[in-house]
Structure formats: structure tokens, C-alpha cells
């Protein structure tokens, strides 16, 4: 890894269901947020099914950040939300339920 990202990147540990823990490390101010899966799990259907439920709670207080911002006449960004999913077909269930 280049030297000139260390100093951007940053690893939490924390739950996607707590909003203290959403709030804590600021993901509002992030450019981008990688959900990683567990890559050795045993059942990659269910690991996906969390990851993708992980990815729409972050989306949802993203989203509702981003209309507090609007509210109060101030520029939101928009953060990317990148997910590690194992099995090729959770691709659609992920585009399925967005929609």
C-alpha cells in the first residue's frame, strides 16, 4: 500500500446498528466505506445476506444525514458504499432489494 493513503484510511470496529458507533467515526466526512465479508466463512449466502444488510443500515443513516444537511442549507456528499460479497448471485439480491 502506498504511504500517501495510511494516513487516510482508517479501520473501526464497531455495529452497523448502532448509531453511536456510526457516529463516532464520522462516516458522514468519508469519501467511501468498504464492508468486508469473512472470506473463510463457511456459508457465503448468509455472509453476504449480512454484508448486504450492513451496507442498507449505512446507507439509511446516510441518507438521513444527508436530508439534516439539506434542512440546514448545507452541502452533503455523496459516500460510496463498497461491499466484498462472496457469492457471485447476491449481486441481485442486493439490486433487488434496493429497488
Keep these: 500500500m502506498k504511504e ?10 464497531g455495529s452497523t446498528l ?3 458507533d456510526l ?3 464520522h462516516i458522514e ?3 467511501a466505506v468498504v464492508i468486508l465479508s469473512d472470506k473463510f466463512s463457511f456459508d457465503a449466502e448468509h455472509e453476504d445476506i449480512k454484508t448486504i444488510l450492513h ?3 449505512i446507507k439509511k443513516y446516510l441518507n438521513q444525514i444527508e436530508k439534516k444537511e439539506k434542512d440546514k442549507n448545507k452541502d452533503s456528499k455523496n459516500t460510496i458504499v ?3 460479497l462472496l457469492a457471485p448471485e447476491s ?4 439490486t433487488l432489494s434496493v429497488n
Excluded: F, G, N, P
Design 4 to 13: 500517501e493513503y495510511l494516513s487516510k484510511l482508517y479501520y473501526i470496529e
Design 18 to 20: 448502532d448509531k453511536i
Design 23 to 25: 457516529s463516532r467515526c
Design 29 to 31: 466526512r468519508a469519501k
Design 55 to 57: 451496507a442498507m443500515i
Design 82 to 84: 463498497c461491499m466484498q
Design 91 to 94: 449481486i441481485t439480491h442486493y
